[in-house]
């Protein structure tokens, strides 16, 4: 049984969103929302609507911003995360722990960027990659 579902988004931590967002809008002809802050999450993002998925593009706000050692070590900005959509996000969990996987923080679902229960998992685990969990 397959536990993954849709790609929810790809996410890109960037220095400066704004020019970040104007090379989505204006080179590639994108879709762009506006900036929106997420104060609990320590970034501000900005939405790119594709057809088949979205990009996100994350820029740090406040003292401890999660994405701020990331940006250190890739001051151009550069991929932090893929974000996988599944039906039951605590049936997910379950099954990755199960099967050695790595929940960061507390290992409870926190409410993402947009309103729904997320969980991270370590990179180590999955091909060095950031994964988001999202309750579709
Ligand atoms: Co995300």
Do not use: W
Request: charged share 20%; proline share 7%; hydrophobic share 40%.
């Amino acid at each position: 049984m397959p536990m993954i579902g849709r790609l929810n988004h790809v996410a890109i931590a960037v220095p400066d969103i704004a020019a970040a967002a104007k090379v989505y809008e204006e080179t590639l002809g994108a879709k762009v929302s506006e900036q929106v802050p997420q104060p609990d999450h320590g970034v501000t993002t900005v939405f790119v609507e594709l057809p088949n998925t979205k990009i996100e593009l994350l820029e740090p706000l406040g003292e401890d911003s999660p994405i701020a050692a990331f940006l250190e070590r890739n001051k151009t900005g550069g991929m932090h995360h893929v974000c996988y959509e599944v039906e039951d996000i605590i049936a997910a969990r379950d099954h990755l722990v199960a099967n050695g996987g790595r929940v960061l923080g507390s290992g409870e679902p926190k409410i993402g960027a947009h309103g729904k229960p997320v969980l991270f998992l370590h990179p180590k685990d999955f091909c060095g990659t950031l994964v988001e969990l999202e309750q579709a």
